[in-house]
């Protein structure tokens, strides 16, 4: 099976590590991702911390919100096109998820393509295009009519806004990492960008749940990406309110959640090798790419109901409609209003109900394993 994986930073990380560690832990179900579209990301809520922002600290109801949005440095709350809440990001600072205060990632690096609304108009996205395979859909997209594609050098505000905001998350990351170290916490993947696969392993050695949970998850740095659960091979470990929990005693040589856990290490440079072969060029802030550029969705419905012009899900469409993958893995709304769930598409029917963005969060890893909805 051939998937699509949609996906925050933290999220790509998770499975660029078992990509990456799949001889040493003999696991192979992550090589069933064909192409992975990357989303920009500041930071995140979990789904009760979001929902009591909105409801409990500004008296504002789910069901009256039809649309979030983050919009110069405002939460925006739509009902249709009117805009009801309007609440600036910085008051919703002690709701943000606590692996998110560590996290260097705003631009999604480690994906094929990467988007996001910043650079470009309303109505439009950011397409960073960073592997061969991301060119190729891009240009399946444009070709076939999903998708009107513009250079970013068209178009205002342009790159800098995304480099502004990726150093500004990467020195926010640093300013954590050093209060942590002032109350003892260690944060070990913000310098493991060297790492050899020997380095990790040797630090790996004799660990386990026990210690990943000691120094990653009850420290808060956990970023509840779900790659120790999925990686578990006596499926122990369980995301309960997205965090790792041991079901049964481990067996003692095990250490494959902590072997893979992308906040124990995270060796960039490993991993990049892996991923850019293309001649691709480098900036600071933007990573690696081979183009960029605006769009925006050709498809009426999709170009409504879609986040910043329904760019991710053109794509996919796009993917599925030519047998590019045979199915999507990303988000939708749950039994919760504004709850996302996992979920895996394989038509258009399936991406409208996977359309737009939830700004709460959900670990999705889990079912790139399964291949399913279960």
Known sequence: MKLGYVGLPCQMEGLRSIDLLSKEINQS?????SLT??????ENWAYSCFKALIEDEFNF??????????KKANIIGLQGKVTKLELPLKSSKAYVRTGCMVCMDFSCELVDLAVGAVGSPPKWSTVIVRTKAGAELLKSAEDGGYLEVNPIENVKP?????KKLSKSKLDEALTEEESKKVDGINVPHIHSADKTLENIKDEADGKGFKELNSEIIETGLCSSCGTCSTACPEGYITMIDETPTLSEECKEECNLCYLVCPRVALPIKLIKKEIFKNGQTYEEGLGDFLEIVAVRAK????????QDGGAVTALMKCALDNNILDGVVSVKEGDNLWEPIPTLSKSKEDLIKAIGTYYAYASTIQLV?????N
């Open 29 to 33: 179900w992550s090589k069933k991702v």
């Open 37 to 42: 579209i990357g989303l920009f990301c500041r």
């Open 61 to 70: 109801k789910f069901e009256d919100i039809s649309k979030f949005d983050i």
């Open 158 to 162: 342009g790159t800098m806004l995304v």
């Open 299 to 306: 498809d009426g419905e999709i170009l409504e109901k879609g």
């Open 369 to 373: 394993k399964k291949g399913d909805t």
